[in-house]
């Protein structure tokens, strides 16, 4: 089974929260997400203070942002797969939409057609970008580490006149030694060789006489 073909069955047991006053719609949306087999609730004003995981949220979207749901998202570090809830296409209204970068939108009246499509829909779209994200943050690491390795590397062969192997066989071969990363290794040799340029500088400054 493939992520995408998983997400309907994943929906079942999710924690979905629903930002919303307690009316007419709301009750609906409980109803459906209770179908589908989340654990679901309704709270109106957004809470506060958090209290359980939030996989899916949906949150009213009206003309102007609502301050009290701009706060409940800045306080997530996870951010829930988000459903926008709207009762009418108004450019005010889709301009808030695209700002707070839903995942998806449920018109309202709410019926019982629509939910689940605009869950499956926001899921594959959070998972995606969820995916995107770590593979963007491992080759920022994958970068920063090459970076590291080369300003060692630079370090060892102008300190000791040594070509670029021989420096890089000997932060791997202080690495086995030492068991631990060859960019851990790295990172050391920068920061003391970082320390040893400011000792010295500092100690030039001392000496220094200034103008008569």
Same mark, same amino acid.
């Given at each position: 089974? =493939?992520?995408?073909?998983? @997400?309907?069955?994943?929906?079942?047991?999710?924690?979905?929260?629903?930002?919303?006053?307690?009316?007419?719609?709301?009750?609906?949306?409980?109803?459906?997400?209770?179908?589908?087999?989340?654990?679901?609730?309704?709270?109106?004003?957004?809470?506060?203070?958090?209290?359980?995981?939030?996989?899916?949220?949906?949150?009213?979207?009206?003309? #102007?942002?609502?301050?009290?749901?701009?706060?409940?998202?800045?306080?997530?570090?996870?951010?829930?797969?988000?459903?926008?809830?709207?009762?009418?296409?108004?450019?005010?209204?889709?301009?808030?939409?695209?700002?707070?970068?839903?995942?998806?939108?449920?018109?309202?009246?709410?019926?019982?057609?629509?939910?689940?499509?605009?869950?499956? =829909?926001?899921?594959?779209?959070?998972?995606?970008?969820?995916?995107?994200?770590?593979? @963007?943050?491992?080759?920022?690491?994958?970068?920063?580490?090459?970076? #590291?390795?080369?300003?060692?590397?630079?370090?060892?062969?102008?300190?000791?006149? @040594?070509?670029?192997?021989?420096?890089?066989?000997?932060?791997?071969?202080?690495?086995?030694?030492?068991?631990?990363?060859?960019?851990?290794?790295?990172?050391?040799?920068?920061?003391?060789?970082?320390?040893? =340029?400011?000792?010295?500088?500092?100690?030039?400054?001392?000496?220094?006489?200034?103008?008569?």
């Amino acid at each position: 089974m =493939t992520g995408d073909e998983g @997400i309907i069955e994943r929906l079942r047991g999710l924690n979905a929260l629903v930002l919303h006053p307690r009316d007419g719609d709301a009750e609906e949306l409980l109803l459906q997400l209770n179908r589908i087999g989340c654990r679901a609730q309704a709270v109106w004003p957004p809470p506060k203070v958090d209290a359980d995981p939030v996989d899916i949220a949906f949150i009213l979207v009206q003309e #102007k942002p609502l301050e009290s749901i701009l706060e409940y998202l800045e306080r997530q570090s996870t951010r829930p797969s988000l459903i926008g809830l709207a009762g009418y296409e108004s450019p005010s209204v889709l301009n808030h939409l695209i700002s707070l970068q839903v995942d998806s939108v449920l018109t309202k009246p709410i019926r019982p057609s629509g939910v689940l499509t605009s869950m499956v =829909t926001a899921r594959r779209i959070w998972q995606e970008c969820r995916h995107k994200d770590r593979l @963007i943050s491992k080759l920022r690491s994958k970068v920063e580490n090459s970076q #590291k390795l080369n300003d060692a590397k630079l370090i060892l062969m102008r300190l000791h006149e @040594i070509g670029e192997q021989d420096a890089y066989r000997a932060m791997r071969q202080q690495a086995m030694e030492s068991r631990q990363t060859v960019t851990e290794v790295a990172e050391a040799i920068i920061q003391s060789h970082s320390l040893l =340029t400011s000792l010295v500088s500092h100690r030039d400054f001392d000496a220094d006489p200034g103008p008569d």
